[in-house]
């Protein structure tokens, strides 16, 4: 059960985050940006070194594969996917590359942390990473190579997970687990997974395997954002500039407010007035000392403030859907 002390941690100094962790992929040739401009969905061409963004990889239909975080370095673009995806999106991107100068590959033995709150500059300092000092004001994914503990090559990147601003550092295996264990002693807690979802799901951020699944498409999950309407064509670009130009999205992320303290399992019917489909609980968790919070894909015709109930083996569960992502971000 998470505890309030992370709570207070997370908001007021720092905390060690590792979650289901990240693949680290390195891509590299003279072909490199414009191919990534051309095959995912967000800005890549016109970023600087040290700047970055959020693309997506999705299939010909429009539909989600991959959420991508590319950060953009000297000689190569490192890109972050959620652990487990690595191999999907080098395969996915690597048959798109026939006549370009384009190499993707995992790196093996590179691993992540994040640490997130006001403090999190302060505590990877007090263990040797030199942290630029502007790197904690500038925009998200922003990117440094800085050096760490007896000169130990590391990247530093600003992030925003979990409704908290913080930094995600990236090194090799043996590095990254000297770190955490250092971060350990100097008195930096380990945000609970329970917490950590419960502090995903109010920041309403999809999660690959939950709300980002091959049947979704980005603007029902919140990923609208990471779609670059200025640019030329792009793999699924079609299918998401009909539903743009018609307005015709059916569906969206919301988080729901459960008013008893029962935590609906994935997969929950969620029934409005005169919908008795109107979407399907997607995620759902719980900070101490308040009630449930769910995400759900709705149908966009249940408005915000809207009452419905919940409808699993356990029961049904009130609830109210409090907020949305907005479909185009």
């Not at 601003?165 to 687990?177: P, W, Y």
């Not at 988080?255 to 399992?265: G, H, Q, T």
Request: proline fraction near 6%; include cysteine.
């Amino acid at each position: 059960m998470p505890s309030a002390s992370e709570l207070q941690a997370i908001r007021e100094a720092a905390v060690l985050t590792e979650g289901a962790g990240h693949d680290i992929l390195r891509v590299t040739g003279n072909d490199r940006v414009g191919f990534l401009q051309r095959i995912s969905s967000g800005k890549v061409a016109g970023l600087e070194v040290g700047q970055g963004g959020p693309t997506l990889l999705l299939d010909v239909r429009g539909r989600v594969l991959a959420e991508l975080r590319i950060f953009v370095r000297q000689r190569s673009i490192r890109i972050m996917v959620p652990s487990g995806q690595g191999q999907l999106v080098v395969d996915g991107l690597s048959r798109y590359a026939v006549m370009d100068d384009f190499q993707i590959g995992l790196e093996s033995d590179s691993a992540a942390l994040a640490l997130l709150g006001p403090r999190a500059g302060t505590a990877l300092a007090a263990v040797g990473v030199s942290v630029p000092p502007e790197l904690m004001a500038a925009p998200p994914y922003t990117n440094r190579e800085v050096a760490g503990q007896a000169d130990a090559p590391l990247w530093l990147a600003r992030v925003r997970a979990m409704g908290t601003d913080g930094l995600c550092l990236v090194a090799g295996r043996a590095t990254r687990e000297a770190l955490v264990q250092a971060l350990l002693a100097n008195g930096i807690p380990r945000l609970s997974d329970e917490m950590g979802e419960a502090l995903r799901i109010l920041a309403m951020e999809p999660r690959q395997g939950a709300e980002i699944t091959s049947d979704r498409f980005p603007v029902e999950v919140g990923l609208g954002g990471a779609i670059d309407h200025g640019k030329g064509c792009y793999v699924g670009q079609e299918t998401i500039v009909r539903m743009r130009d018609r307005g015709n999205v059916r569906k969206r992320l919301v988080l729901l407010r459960l008013r008893d303290l029962v935590l609906p399992k994935a997969g929950a019917k969620l029934v409005a007035p005169g919908q008795p489909n109107a979407g399907v609980v997607t995620s759902s968790a719980q900070i101490p000392g308040e009630t449930p919070v769910a995400l759900a894909i709705v149908a966009t015709a249940v408005p915000i403030g809207a009452a419905v109930d919940l409808h699993d083996e356990g029961g049904v569960h009130p609830a109210e859907i409090v907020s949305e992502a907005p479909p185009w971000g």
